[in-house]
């Protein structure tokens, strides 16, 4: 059974960092960070494959925002800069059991509990 569980959350001002943790257990492959803003649906934010080598990301985060992963330690990151408004989600990670990353939450079969991430302006 795969469990992930992100932290990192928080309440910051508009250009400021955060960085999101999902410690992950369990068989495990391509990962996702995705997001639930209130009133809107599920969106992608970041994947990346099982071994580092292909990273997909969102238009709207793209150029901002990185997906790394420590296999080692078994942690997704999410380092997010320039913090938008916008920006302000529930933010998921999830896992597939699929060596290529996705940016099609359907294809993700295990899903984190959520951390939420505030930017005022």
Same mark, same amino acid.
Request: hydrophobic fraction near 40%; proline fraction near 2%.
């Given at each position: 059974?795969?469990?992930?569980?992100?932290?990192?959350?928080?309440?910051?001002?508009?250009?400021?960092?955060?960085?999101?943790?999902?410690?992950?257990?369990?068989?495990?492959?391509?990962?996702?960070?995705?997001?639930?803003?209130?009133?809107?649906?599920?969106?992608? +934010?970041?994947?990346?494959?099982?071994?580092?080598?292909?990273?997909?990301?969102?238009?709207?985060?793209?150029?901002?925002?990185?997906?790394?992963?420590? !296999?080692?330690?078994?942690?997704?990151?999410?380092?997010? !800069?320039?913090?938008?408004?916008?920006?302000?989600?529930?933010?998921?990670?999830?896992?597939?059991? +699929?060596? +290529?990353?996705?940016?099609?939450?359907?294809?993700?079969?295990?899903?984190?509990?959520?951390?939420?991430?505030?930017?005022?302006?």
């Amino acid at each position: 059974q795969v469990q992930l569980v992100e932290s990192g959350g928080g309440s910051v001002q508009a250009g400021d960092s955060l960085r999101l943790s999902c410690a992950f257990s369990g068989r495990t492959f391509s990962m996702g960070w995705f997001r639930r803003a209130p009133g809107l649906e599920r969106e992608f +934010v970041a994947a990346i494959s099982w071994n580092d080598g292909i990273k997909y990301y969102a238009d709207s985060v793209t150029g901002r925002f990185a997906i790394s992963r420590d !296999n080692a330690r078994n942690i997704l990151y999410l380092q997010m !800069n320039s913090l938008k408004p916008e920006d302000t989600a529930v933010y998921y990670c999830a896992s597939r059991l +699929v060596a +290529v990353a996705s940016r099609d939450a359907n294809g993700y079969l295990y899903w984190g509990q959520g951390t939420q991430v505030t930017v005022s302006s």
